[in-house]
């Protein structure tokens, strides 16, 4: 992880979850899936993780 951190100027984490707002945001974009079903597709279990978490960001 300190080699990961030290090449990418963060956490494992968080790359992984500014790539799952990433995915999330285009999905929701496209206007095709509800919240629940874009949370899902982001890895998320519950719709208010994701929301807290996706707002923050």
Known sequence: ???FT???GESPMS???RLRMRHAA???AANALSIEQVA???????????TR?????
């Open 15 to 17: 790359v992984l979850r």
């Open 40 to 50: 899902l597709h982001a890895g998320y279990q519950s719709r208010s993780s994701f």
């Open 6 to 8: 030290a090449a990418f």
């Open 1 to 3: 992880m300190a080699r």
């Open 26 to 28: 285009g999905l929701l």
């Open 53 to 57: 978490t996706f707002r923050y960001h």
